[in-house]
């Protein structure tokens, strides 16, 4: 792990100076941490404000960079921009990467900077991840997967530095919530992003509220079941008030892209 760390922070000791996507998310966080100890200004942290973002991510995202003390930009992407992505193919997050990035580039261009950095692991070379063939064209580099570095690795570094995303569950855009071909808009991610937050308002930290037009499938992690059980009726009536008719929990837990699993099949 440490042979890992000093070949990244040999990366960006040889660009001196970088833009980082930052999502405020474990990965991102260890990556600004280094990169800001190292390069000081000569590192930005660059973050979406998107309807595909909860808002209680972007506002972490701002703290967290702020805390670290990095130069911190906020880039807005609106609604009239995504209709590639809120149709939803399989090849969405190509799409997605290539719109984010893209305007990451612009303002790298802008400020005369070479290179723009992602937090992308190495465990993320084992699911479905169109969005590395985005990444690829544009030249974006993800030191952290190069220098092979895992996500349980990135968890225990984030704690020798004193990161208080260590322990934080992983983030996915609220996209990833919608089987492929069902039409995303704005109303449906609002939708979504209000009934997981009426889960983490129960204790429950890693969740994920699976669209499936009338239905909400609600995966956690199995400790949590209980937690959903003993709430059953509050969370049947609020998550309705959001627009679901039938709610339902899916019995073999929170998995990372589970909606990925009839791709394989």
Not at 35 to 59: C, F, G, N, Q
Not at 135 to 153: F, H, N, V
Request: aromatic residues 8%; hydrophobic residues 35%; glycine residues 4%.
């Amino acid at each position: 792990m440490e042979y890992k760390l000093k070949n990244v922070t040999a990366q960006l000791s040889k660009m001196k100076k970088v833009i980082i996507a930052y999502s405020g998310g474990v990965d991102s966080s260890l990556l600004i941490k280094i990169a800001y100890t190292l390069l000081k200004d000569d590192a930005i942290a660059v973050t979406i404000a998107s309807p595909m973002h909860p808002e209680w991510e972007r506002k972490q995202a701002e703290r967290i960079a702020k805390e670290i003390g990095i130069q911190h930009i906020l880039i807005s992407i609106k609604e009239n921009e995504l209709k590639e992505i809120f149709q939803n193919n399989k090849d969405r997050c190509y799409h997605c990467k290539r719109l984010i990035y893209s305007k990451i580039q612009k303002i790298a261009d802008e400020k005369n900077i070479q290179y723009v950095l992602d937090g992308s692991n190495a465990d993320d070379l084992y699911d479905y991840r169109p969005g590395f063939k985005a990444l690829d064209e544009l030249q974006i580099i993800s030191p952290l997967k190069k220098a092979g570095l895992t996500k349980t690795e990135i968890r225990r570094l984030s704690k020798e530095m004193y990161l208080e995303t260590y322990t934080m569950p992983s983030f996915a855009c609220l996209a990833s919530r919608f089987p492929y071909t069902v039409d995303i808009t704005t109303k449906r991610l609002k939708q979504v992003e209000h009934c997981e937050k009426i889960l983490m308002s129960l204790g429950i930290r890693q969740c994920r509220v699976r669209y499936h037009q009338d239905i909400a499938r609600i995966e956690v992690e199995k400790k949590d079941f209980n937690t959903i059980l003993d709430n059953v009726d509050m969370i049947s009536t609020d998550f309705k008030k959001n627009g679901f008719h039938y709610v339902t929990l899916d019995l073999q837990g929170y998995r990372t892209g589970s909606l990925n699993e009839v791709l394989y099949k």
